[in-house]
T-cell receptor, first 111, second 116 residues
């Protein structure tokens, strides 16, 4: 059974700091891994999608990596800003059609 | 609109009543997902539709939950005889769909259901 774990559960950093969010999954047989952000009371916004054949994806200040063999993904946020404050979720698309989500990392960037 | 839309945005109902939640996916997306997010919990997969294929209902928590997708577009999630534990935010997502390939999912704003 696929399980997705995100560490840390919460993180508070000063503005400008670079940070890394971690996601691990138990079954390496995945189609892809997707990172989302969720603002309070809102839906999910897609950040990056990494296919199983890829090692990383970049968008602006965000970089996501994928190591299928070790069951890990990281989301790197450079030069954090208060507007980055949100909950970050990773999700893996495994066999069949299910997408399994982690519980998320709540990020607070202090001005 | 260009994104996934859901209605209503908020629904308050009494225990035992039936509710219907609606999702309009992005035009051209053949795959549609329903998820549930309970307070303090992660997202829980409920059901998946792909084109004309039989839906994957493996995440539905009980037989009080059902969903349909008419004409390959709009989907309705129905909860019969609602219980207080059904209170949650129900999220819908859509994507392009192809067996064996994972496409990016785009989410709607969700419907917040409160069962009194």
């Amino acid at each position: 059974k696929q399980e997705v774990t995100q560490i840390p559960a919460a993180l508070s950093v000063p503005e400008g700091e670079n940070l890394v969010l971690n996601c691990s999954f138990t079954d390496s047989a995945i189609y892809n891994l997707q990172w989302f952000r969720q603002d309070p009371g809102k839906g999910l916004t897609s950040l990056l999608l990494i296919q199983s054949s890829q090692r990383e994806q970049t968008s602006g200040r965000l970089n996501a990596s994928l190591d299928k063999s070790s069951g890990r993904s990281t989301l790197y946020i450079a030069a954090s800003q208060p507007g980055d404050s949100a909950t970050y979720l990773c999700a893996v698309r495994a066999g069949g059609f299910k997408t399994i989500f982690g519980a998320g990392t709540r990020l607070f960037v202090k001005a | 609109g260009a994104g996934v839309s859901q209605s209503p945005s908020n629904k308050v109902t009494e225990k035992g009543k039936d509710v219907e939640l609606r999702c309009d996916p992005i035009s051209g997306h053949t795959a549609l997902y329903w998820y549930r997010q309970s307070l303090g919990q992660g997202l829980e997969f409920l059901i998946y539709f792909q084109g004309n294929s039989a839906p994957d209902k493996s995440g539905l928590p009980s037989d009080r939950f059902s969903a349909e997708r008419t004409g390959g577009s709009v989907s309705t999630l129905t909860i019969q005889r609602t219980q207080q534990e059904d209170s949650a935010v129900y999220l819908c997502a859509s994507s392009f769909g192809l067996a064996g390939v994972g496409y990016e999912q785009f989410f709607g704003p969700g419907t917040r259901l409160t069962v009194l």
